[in-house]
């Protein structure tokens, strides 16, 4: 499968706790998107990437948000100190520059309890 | 900053009824218009998209959509929906007045239930 693939698929943490997630995008793909999405609600931007260089970053990432894709191919999506608002689907897309649209990947469910 | 409503929040149909997703966006310059759906169990995927020229966009499975720039408006239509239609669609909007844009608003989404 050569789609745009995320690790882990579910994650279940205790408050407090620090999580990371990792997105591997399409490999010609130099973009590379992060969104979150809460029941009800359509995906929210968080952050995006072209090559290594991250672009645009949401006022909705605190800094207890940081991603990071060192060497322009995966990402990370660190999450510190977890709170329960934090419970959300986030998802990982990406797209080749200028072209706009952006593929998606399964995404992570991260629940904080 | 740029917003995207989708005004039917749950739409209910029986196979064969004819479908359209209203699709709003607040944004005054160039845009790019997509849609998207999301099958039970799957992951986002791109259904059509428009970028310029013909405002009336064909995409998979039969659905086309009409940019009406007048009205801000990305309407999604089906003449003949079929129960494997059900499924939540997103409408999304990316500026188009930089190639370097990237971020995409998204709506709510719809969710359509086609009746067998």
């Known amino acids: 499968d050569t789609g745009v693939s995320q690790n882990p698929r579910h994650k279940i943490t205790k408050r407090g706790q620090n999580v990371t997630f990792r997105c591997d995008p399409i490999s010609e793909h130099n973009r590379l998107y992060w969104y979150r999405q809460t029941l009800g609600q359509g995906p929210e931007f968080l952050t995006y990437f072209q090559n290594e260089a991250q672009l645009e970053k949401s006022r909705l990432l605190s800094d207890r948000f940081s991603a990071e894709r060192p060497k322009g191919s995966f990402s990370t999506l660190e999450i510190q100190r977890t709170e329960q608002g934090d419970s959300a689907m986030y998802l990982c897309?990406?797209?080749?520059?200028?072209?706009?649209?952006?593929?998606f990947g399964p995404g992570t469910r991260l629940t904080v309890t | 900053a740029q917003s995207v409503s989708q005004h039917n929040h749950h739409v209910i149909l029986s196979e064969a009824a004819s479908l359209e997703l209203g699709c709003n966006y607040s944004?005054?310059?160039?845009?790019?218009l997509f849609w998207y759906v999301q099958y039970p169990g799957q992951h986002l995927q791109l259904l059509l998209k428009y970028f310029s020229g013909d405002p009336l966009v064909k995409g998979i499975k039969g659905f086309e959509a009409e940019f009406i720039k007048s009205k801000f408006s990305f309407n999604l239509r089906k003449p003949s929906v079929q129960w494997s239609d059900t499924a939540e669609y997103f409408c999304a909007v990316i500026p188009g007045y930089n190639t370097n844009a990237g971020k995409s608003t998204f709506g709510d989404g719809t969710t359509l239930t086609v009746k067998p």
């Open positions: 944004y005054g310059g160039t845009v790019n």
């Open positions: 897309a990406s797209s080749t520059q200028g072209a706009h649209e952006q593929y």
